[in-house]
């Protein structure tokens, strides 16, 4: 059973439920944000092919990460901001 | 700071204000406005940022990050001018968050049953409503990460921060935003009692 195998795995490398390892974490944020070099998003992205517990963990993170680019509203710039930056700067300079 | 710039004409100046501050002038309003949550304070720290931009033209090296450097700009006005404030948060304990960041805890309250459908259903007001409710500093990480775009290094120099540092402000952040999406989710219906795969 696959489940069996990776609650021995977590057993084995002492970590309690949650996450693989600490290396796992902060690989899946630097491949999240396009920090990560190529070893490591190589070695990220094959490692979730396996691990759902990473993988579970990475498609949160990306989901939460794209649900704040696309739904977060931007507030519209008042025209009279654009306006009082030229006069002051035409009265000062 | 040292910069080995000919001083620039006026001419010169208006037309590189024009045409790499100006048209900057949408994500730094709504980053103002994120961080004091008020139209008239987001007004004055943006005017403040430009007129400080312009002041200090001459350190602007053309064709560099124009959004980096304006970004930090109106970081510290906001730092020196709206942090005194009262009614503004208090600076979030660091050594606090290291000491959590460096716990085997990390991430375990939160993985559990959050879901990826639950997110996704969200609405604007609610990912907006989970944004406002951090601290200000975790709230400018993921403003100017995932709403931005700016890289680690771009960050690091915006908050004048180590990359380290960045890096677990950015986990704690995330965290503290999905334990309050987690929340919103609840509310919505996806329960810890539904299957989580």
């Known amino acids: ?93 | 700071m040292e910069h080995n710039k000919s001083e620039l004409s006026k001419a010169e100046k208006d037309s590189l204000f024009e045409k790499e501050f100006m048209p900057l002038i949408g994500p730094l309003y709504n980053f103002a406005y994120r961080l004091t949550f008020d139209e008239d304070d987001a007004n004055d720290l943006v005017q403040e940022t430009y007129l400080k931009a312009y002041r200090f033209i001459e350190s602007y090296e053309k064709g560099t990050n124009a959004k980096a450097w304006l970004f930090r700009i109106l970081k510290n006005s906001f730092i020196n001018e709206y942090r005194k404030n009262a009614k503004l948060p208090n600076k979030v304990d660091y050594q606090e968050v290291e000491s959590y960041y460096n716990s085997d805890d990390v991430d375990e309250p939160i993985t559990s049953d959050l879901r990826v459908d639950a997110v996704k259903d969200m609405i604007g007001d609610e990912v907006a409503n989970a944004l406002n409710a951090l601290d200000v500093d975790f709230r400018t990480i993921i403003i100017l990460c995932d709403l931005e775009g700016f890289t680690y290094e771009e960050m690091a120099k915006i908050l004048d921060i180590p990359i380290g540092t960045v890096r677990s402000r950015l986990h704690r952040a995330r965290n503290l935003m999905k334990e309050k999406l987690r929340e919103y989710a609840q509310n919505m219906g996806y329960g810890k009692n539904q299957s989580n795969s």
Not at chain 1, 1 to 10: E, G, H, P, Q, S
Not at chain 1, 47 to 65: G, M, P, R
Request: hydrophobic content about 35%; glycine content about 4%.
């Open chain 1, 1 to 93: 059973m696959k489940a069996a195998i990776t609650n021995l795995y977590f057993k084995l490398i002492g970590k309690k439920q949650g996450y693989c390892c600490k290396d796992c974490v902060s690989n899946l944020y630097a491949v999240l944000d396009g920090e990560a070099t190529k070893d490591q998003e190589e070695y990220f992205k094959t490692h979730i092919q396996e691990c759902s517990h990473c993988f579970n963990l990475y498609e949160i993170d990306k989901s939460v990460k794209e649900v704040i680019k696309l739904k977060v509203a931007d507030k519209e710039v008042p025209n009279s901001l654009i306006s009082s930056i030229k006069d002051k700067l035409s009265n000062h300079a």
